[in-house]
T-cell receptor, first 110, second 112 residues
Framework: DAKTTQPPSMDCAEGRAANLPCNHS???????VYWYRQIHSQGPQYIIH???NNETNEMASLIITEDRKSSTLILPHATLRDTAVYYC???????????FGTGTSLTVIP | EAQVTQNPRYLITVTGKKLTVTCSQN?????MSWYRQDPGLGLRQIYY???????DKGDVPEGYKVSRKEKRNFPLILESPSPNQTSLYFC???????????FGPGTRLTVT
């Protein structure tokens, strides 16, 4: 029972914005959405998280729809080092368990 | 330096030979967790712990045991490993209630 749905792969030109979508239609009202990325087989790295408002940090921006059923991670100026697998995750309903899914493999093209 | 460490990083073993993968964090995090990663299946949670002596099953706990006797350590135990437990394993930890998880470097386990 998938908690999040992401496209398996995307390409982005270097220097352009990368917009990675995620559907999380079963998210609970007070659950956050978290984004991580994984470069090769290294440990995943935290990027950003949000509840209902848009969020921005030094790495990325997160846009969450008003109904909270989907979100978009934005890397404003993608570089080659942003080539990675990006995971959108939520906690289980009422629990403390996380569901990563298979993520989106982003390739930044020179 | 704040970090999550795992040992060993690589392990090749045989079916049925008990093994332990250690995980340690130096950030005083309450929450710790184990994940396995397999091609096409992404990361799946095995077990997690909310604090000392508090552990719970994740998505794929069969064949694994954990313990949390100290806050900093969360070992993963395979009492009778089988080839279907060949995988890349990650340990993670976070403060509560943020759940912003820091991941270890991974342990690549092969069971023959």
């Amino acid at each position: 029972d998938a908690k999040t749905t992401q496209p398996p792969s995307m390409d982005c030109a270097e220097g352009r914005a990368a917009n990675l979508p995620c559907n999380h239609s079963t998210i609970s009202g007070n659950e956050y959405v978290y984004w991580y990325r994984q470069i090769h087989s290294q440990g995943p790295q935290y990027i950003i998280h949000g509840l209902k408002n848009n969020e921005t940090n030094e790495m990325a921006s997160l846009i969450i729809t008003e109904d909270r059923k989907s979100s978009t991670l934005i890397l404003p100026h993608a570089t080659l080092r942003d080539t990675a697998v990006y995971y959108c995750i939520v906690k289980g309903d009422g629990g403390n368990q996380f569901y990563f899914g298979t993520g989106t493999s982003l390739t930044v093209i020179p | 330096e704040a970090q999550v460490t795992q040992n060993p990083r690589y392990l090749i073993t045989v079916t049925g030979k008990k093994l332990t993968v250690t995980c340690s964090q130096n950030m005083n995090h309450e929450y710790m967790s184990w994940y396995r990663q397999d091609p096409g299946l992404g990361l799946r949670q095995i077990y997690y712990s909310m604090n000392v002596e508090v552990t719970d099953k994740g998505d794929v706990p069969e064949g694994y045991k954990v313990s949390r006797k100290e806050k900093r350590n969360f070992p993963l135990i395979l009492e009778s490993p089988s080839p279907n437990q060949t995988s890349l394993y990650f340990c993670a930890s976070s403060f509560l209630p943020s759940y912003l998880q820091y991941f270890g470097p991974g342990t690549r386990l092969t069971v023959t």
